[in-house]
C-alpha cells in the first residue's frame, strides 16, 4: 500500500477527487494525510468526515519560508508517506523542500506548461486571445511551476469566456487528470526517460474536453 499525503489552501475539490477515486476504485494507497497551511481551508472538513488525519501549518506563524518549510517537512514526515500530492497548494516552496521531494511530489497548475506559471492563469489565457487554455500535472522541482510533465489537458476557450468560466471548464478537465496521474504513480506506471516523464504503456498523456 503506497501512502498519501495532500496539501491543500482552500477549496480542496481536486483533493476530494484523488480521495474518491481512491477509495472507488482500489488503489494500491491510502490517503494518510491532509495537511493545510491554511486553518480555515473548506476542504479540511471533508477529509475528516473521511477519517483521514488532517493537520494545519500555518505559514503566518513562521518567519520564513525556511522555517515553515521545514516544519512542513516534519510533519509530512509523520505520515511517511510515498507522494506528496500538492492541490490547490499555493505557497512557493524552497529548494531545499523540493529537493526532499524530488520525482516524489506532484503539483497541479490550471494552464498548459511551460505557457502561463504563476498566478491568474486563466485571465492572462483570455487577454492573449488564446484559443486553447488546460492543466498540467507536473513532477515538483525547485522552479515553479516547471518539472517533468504527467498528463496534460486542453479545453477551448470560448468567446464571451470570463476567467470564472474558463476556470469551471479547466476544473472538470482537473478533476480527470489529477487522479489518474496519482493513480499512475502508485501503480508505478510512470517512467523517467531523462528529464520526461512517460507511461509505461504509452498510457494517453493527453486529454481534449471540447
Ligand atoms: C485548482 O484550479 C488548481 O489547479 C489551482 O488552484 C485550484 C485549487 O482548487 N492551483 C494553482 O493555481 C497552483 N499554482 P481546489 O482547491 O478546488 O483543488
Known sequence: ?????????????????????????????????VISNRPDAGGLQFAAERGIATAIVDHKAYA????????????????APDLVVLAGFMRILTPAF?????????????????????????????????????????FVTAELDHGAIVVQAAVPVLPGDDAKALAARVLTAEHRIYPQSVRWFVEGALVWDG????????????????
Open 1 to 33: 500500500m503506497k501512502k498519501l499525503v495532500i496539501l491543500i489552501s482552500g477549496r480542496g475539490s481536486n483533493m476530494e477527487a484523488i480521495v474518491k477515486a481512491c477509495s472507488a476504485e482500489g488503489w494500491p494507497a491510502e490517503v494518510a494525510a
Open 98 to 138: 523540493t529537493a526532499r521531494y524530488a520525482r516524489r511530489m506532484l503539483n497541479i497548475h490550471p494552464s498548459l506548461l511551460p505557457a502561463f506559471t504563476g498566478l491568474h492563469t486563466h485571465e492572462r489565457a483570455i487577454e492573449m486571445g488564446c484559443k486553447v487554455a488546460g492543466v498540467t500535472v507536473h
Open 195 to 210: 528529464e520526461v516523464v512517460r507511461h509505461r504503456d504509452g498510457g494517453p498523456q493527453h486529454l481534449f474536453l471540447s
Open 64 to 79: 520564513s519560508r525556511d522555517a515553515f518549510d521545514a516544519e512542513l517537512a516534519r510533519v509530512i514526515d509523520g505520515f
